[in-house]
């Protein structure tokens, strides 16, 4: 049996994108080169793996059932091609970092500044991205790398989840919402409450974030969140590292729910077949480092 890396790619392509012409467009392949890879690959395996309806294709049974396997070649493939380049000293001149603000900025901040100093022949750049986005943009090669809190645990060959620690998130509201006198908060109280939650762009949908409260608003930062809980009145979910001080002078309190404390990963994002930059193994040092004091 003799199968060829483009074989393997050239199915995976298609299924991602459901038409040979949408594959070749996204790729740079020739819709061509897309259908003899495809014919030569069913032909080697005697198998057909993929099925035609009208103008979209999606994998068969025997299709989806080697899916995975196909990820986990295609991945090792760009390892060992990362792995050469490094080898030879071919180190990726520019590197593109998402991090949510579940940590406080003026932290990032004196991180940026030090990894710039420490690794000179790198550029980084910093972006800010939803949490629940962090994963995606990876998967997606918009980013190379991602830090902040893993609230998808997604399972994709494609992309490795590193926990760089623990995080705590709490149940908060101000001070003077009457949720933080109660001694015990039940779940038909809370559901009566302004909820402020986390927001994103994934099309997945993630159970986990679902709105508790029947009233509630949205936003795609944790510092909108802690804002409306501050002046709207609202309760919600924050992390421990950005109240920590509020916390202490008592303008916010935790409310004494079932789920008022829990935790999650922090964890570093990245796709399987990038190289490992020892810019990255510092900077997830440091936030393993920062992290553990909470």
Known sequence: MSLSITQIEALSLVAEFGSVSEAARQSGYTRTKLSMALKALESELDTQLLERTGN???LSEAGKAIQRDCQSILSATQRIRQTCKQVKGEFKAEIWIARDDSLPDDFWQDLAHQLNHKFPATSFNIILASTGDLA????????????????????????????????RMMSVCSAENHLGRM?????DVLREEMQALMVYLNEKDNPDLAPFSRHYIGFSSFDYILSTIQTENA??????????????????VVIKHTYGLIQENYCMFASAGIS????????????SDYLFDF
């Open 56 to 58: 979209h294709i999606e």
């Open 136 to 167: 995606n943009l990876v998967e997606t090669e918009q980013v190379d790398f991602a830090f902040g809190v893993d609230y998808e645990r997604a399972d994709d060959p494609r992309l490795i989840s590193s926990p760089l620690g623990k995080i």
């Open 183 to 187: 001694r015990r908060v039940t779940d």
């Open 235 to 252: 309760w919600g979910v924050m992390p421990e590292p950005l109240i920590r001080e509020l916390l202490r002078e008592r303008s916010l």
């Open 276 to 287: 490992e930059h020892p810019g990255m193994n510092w900077l997830s040092d440091k936030l």
